[in-house]
């Protein structure tokens, strides 16, 4: 089957840092894209991982493990409007998307 | 230059009723999909185009689900006879259709709800 876990909910303190790890089991793998998803708005991408290592960009870098079926998310000096939902997706064997619950983060002041 | 753009951006409708959703994906991207996202929950993939060609339908929930792409741009996902579990978000992302990162770019939604 397909399987993707990421942890429900997750609190941090505006300029704190934070990680936000996904595991996934997908018959065939094709690359793992981590979007943002504001209350009521649409998925905007966030960063996309085919190979293994880390991918920085700005405040945000994702992590790729593909042996150990695993991505995390990294959030630097978060600020409020970092509040959403986190989601992972990989793409296995077609151009599909399969995308996990999604994580979603709260700063606090 | 101008994202996806879904319409009607919210829908109610009596159970029974037919409804129609649409989505202008971003000019000359190829690839068009539709997914359905419940409450608190990921989108789950519905269907998927490469121009005019439904090339995946697997994600359609039941023979109620139809989805059109005729002159390979604008996408139409009609829904037949709505009931209560069809209550959800119904969201469109185009890409270009190329190999590699081929990043999806959603749209905002249509927020439909069954009564």
């Known amino acids: 089957g397909q399987n993707i876990d990421q942890p429900t909910e997750m609190t941090a303190t505006e300029g704190a840092i934070v990680q936000i790890n996904c595991t996934y089991q997908?018959?065939?793998?094709?690359?793992l894209f981590w979007y943002q998803q504001h209350a009521g708005e649409a998925p905007t991408f966030l960063s996309y991982?085919?190979?293994?290592g880390l991918e920085e960009k700005g405040r945000f870098s994702s992590f790729l493990s593909r042996s150990k079926g695993y991505s995390y998310l990294l959030l630097k000096e978060l600020q409020m409007k970092d509040s959403a939902s986190y989601l992972c997706a990989v793409r296995g064997g077609t151009d599909k998307l399969i995308f996990g619950t999604g994580t979603r983060l709260q700063v606090f002041p | 230059g101008a994202g996806v753009s879904q319409s009607p951006r919210y829908k109610v409708a009596k159970r029974g009723q037919d409804v129609a959703l649409r989505c202008d994906p971003i000019?000359?991207?190829?690839?068009l999909f539709w997914y359905q996202q419940a409450l608190g929950q990921g989108p789950e993939f519905l269907t998927y185009?490469?121009?005019?060609?439904?090339?995946?339908k697997s994600g359609l929930p039941s023979d109620r689900f139809f989805a059109e792409r005729p002159e390979g741009s604008v996408s139409t996902l009609k829904i037949q006879r709505t009931q209560q579990e069809d209550s959800a978000v119904y969201l469109c992302a185009s890409s270009k259709g190329q190999p590699g990162t081929d990043t999806q770019y959603f749209g905002p939604g249509t927020r439909l709800t069954v009564l």
């Open positions: 997908t018959s065939g793998f094709n690359g």
């Open positions: 000019s000359g991207h190829v690839s």
């Open positions: 991982n085919v190979l293994d």
């Open positions: 185009f490469q121009n005019e060609a439904q090339l995946d």
